[in-house]
């Protein structure tokens, strides 16, 4: 009882060492995450992403002559230009391209405040430098600036309906990039590619409403570039709610439990169900400790009495030995006793003297040469 109890107060004080050392990371001032190249990096990655992402779903909906372009295909490109940015920079920056995810990622503590609001403003710089870029390669050639892609909603819903449209597509995807970036959720595939398909399959339903936004970076770079901004508040008063409330009932509800390690009671409560295990074989009262906390024991040889410690060699013939040309060298690293009475380890004295270190004749027994050791059965000193 005493050890399990041991055990259990040891474990208890490694999860104390977890808990501080995660608060004190935590905590880390913005101060110093400024000074660290990793915090630039991610800052650059974000926007690089959502340059690449905006470019690429806008580009899809450019009206190029004799070409159409349906549904599917936009929601095409629009899942699998997120995948592709995800698979690019998520290892980097986490991927959020996406003001909505990295203020929800805020208000649960997972970015500190002001690398959330470089994420955004970062989102928003490449969102619109995507936008602008497109259009300097496109409309002048084709000259419709309507087919940049901007957002709008449809003549059929209000206002209102459309925000309630983008706040229940932007919950679906937020909840998939939070499950997806749940360190304690075991990897079942592709992240990013889960990322992708609820984009996309978001995007199927969608598009017809309100142009399937489900981000407000994305509705913002073609709405600057071409001075378009109806409604332009649903796109980010829907999105921005849709993902908080994505981020606050996964973290609160269906995060994966952490590890809770027993309370004094609880230590008590084992402690006494243990007593009460008995031992088959010699009726002693056992303990049973996880398998998570057994110890391993190295089998200890007894002394002994017997003959005197000697060292065995190995054939050095090539037979049964690493080193084949190191004839004057022993293979083993043991001593080993011969067979005797037991003694206590008090009385055996420790065997120092090496075989190249002796003179011939010494010690009162014989001695053997390296080449007579083929004939011999034993080598003692």
């Not at 005493?2 to 055990?7: D, G, I, K, Y």
């Not at 908080?244 to 230590?267: H, M, N, Q, T, W």
């Not at 057994?294 to 000697?310: F, K, L, N």
């Amino acid at each position: 009882m005493a050890t399990v109890s041991l055990e259990a107060f040891l474990v208890h004080l490694i999860h104390k060492a977890e808990q501080t050392r995660g608060e004190l990371n935590r905590k880390k001032t913005m101060i110093v995450e400024l000074r660290t190249l990793e915090f630039w990096r991610a800052i650059i990655a974000e926007c690089l992403a959502t340059f690449i992402y905006v470019f690429l779903v806008c580009g899809s909906h450019v009206m190029w002559p004799l070409y159409s372009i349906n549904t599917l295909t936009k929601s095409f490109a629009n899942g699998l230009a997120m995948a592709t940015a995800a698979q690019c920079f998520g290892h980097i920056s986490g991927a959020h391209v996406n003001p909505a995810f990295t203020f929800a990622m805020l208000v649960i503590q997972k970015v500190t405040p002001l690398r959330a609001f470089l994420y955004i403003t970062a989102q928003c710089g490449g969102a619109i430098a995507g936008a602008a870029l497109l259009y300097g390669v496109t409309v002048p050639g084709i000259g419709f600036r309507e087919n940049m892609g901007c957002t709008l909603v449809s003549d059929s819903l209000s206002s209102w309906q459309g925000m309630g449209l983008e706040l229940v597509l932007t919950f679906v995807i937020a909840f998939t990039m939070c499950s997806t970036a749940d360190p304690n959720r075991k990897s079942l595939g592709s992240d990013s590619l889960a990322v992708g398909l609820a984009y996309l399959v978001c995007t199927l339903i969608a598009l017809p409403a309100t142009g399937a936004s489900m981000n407000p970076a994305r509705s913002l770079g073609p709405a600057f570039v071409s001075n378009t901004w109806t409604n332009h508040w649903v796109y980010w008063a829907g999105p921005v709610l849709g993902g908080l409330l994505a981020g606050l009932i996964y973290e609160y509800i269906f995060d994966s439990p952490k590890k809770v390690l027993p309370a004094i009671k609880e230590r008590d409560d084992s402690d006494k169900d243990m007593s009460e295990v008995k031992d088959d074989s010699d009726s002693k009262t056992s303990s049973v400790i996880s398998p998570r906390t057994q110890i391993p024991q190295t089998p200890v040889q007894p002394p002994s009495a017997g003959g005197p410690y000697y060292r065995p060699l190995t054939p050095h013939d090539g037979g049964s030995t690493m080193r084949p040309h190191s004839r004057g060298t022993y293979t083993s690293a043991k001593y080993i006793a011969s067979p005797g009475a037991m003694v206590s380890h008090q009385q055996v004295q420790p065997a120092t003297t090496y075989y190249s270190t002796l003179p011939r004749g010494s010690g009162g027994g014989t001695y053997r040469s390296w080449n007579d050791y083929g004939s011999s059965t034993q080598f003692k000193f």
